[in-house]
């Protein structure tokens, strides 16, 4: 499986983004697609996940901003970020992982695949 992400950029506080994480190579079953993020400094952190079951789930942090979801026809995991914070600012990462099961969604390690960060900055 391969995992190419895309969509960072330099924005304005308040402004908008929208990340695409793109797959490819043998498919499996029973997915789920995270996106991660690293600020300078700190460690990666869990920013939503989309589970083959359709369910999404959420950072509190960006619960209410930012919106996961799935594009069959592109084979993408999208991640609609709304309302964007300096705070926000970080490199983010889609990862694909197989059964992993609903309390280790948040969980970096639980990840068997990753995509290149794309950099998302945004200024006050």
């Known amino acids: 499986v391969q995992l190419q992400a895309s969509g960072g950029g330099l924005v304005q506080a308040g402004d908008s983004l929208r990340l695409s994480c793109a797959t490819s190579g043998r498919p499996f079953s029973n997915y789920a697609i995270g996106w991660f993020r690293q600020a300078p400094g700190k460690e990666r952190e869990f920013v939503a996940a989309f589970r083959w079951s359709g369910s999404t789930y959420y950072a509190d942090s960006v619960k209410g901003r930012f919106t996961i979801s799935r594009d069959n026809a592109k084979n993408t995991v999208n991640l609609q970020m709304n309302s964007l914070k300096p705070e926000d600012t970080a490199v983010y990462y889609c990862?694909?992982?197989?059964?992993?099961?609903?309390?280790?969604?948040?969980?970096?390690?639980?990840?068997?695949?990753w995509g290149q960060g794309t950099q998302v900055t945004v200024s006050s």
């Open positions: 990862a694909a992982g197989q059964r992993i099961i609903l309390s280790s969604i948040r969980t970096a390690s639980m990840y068997d695949y």
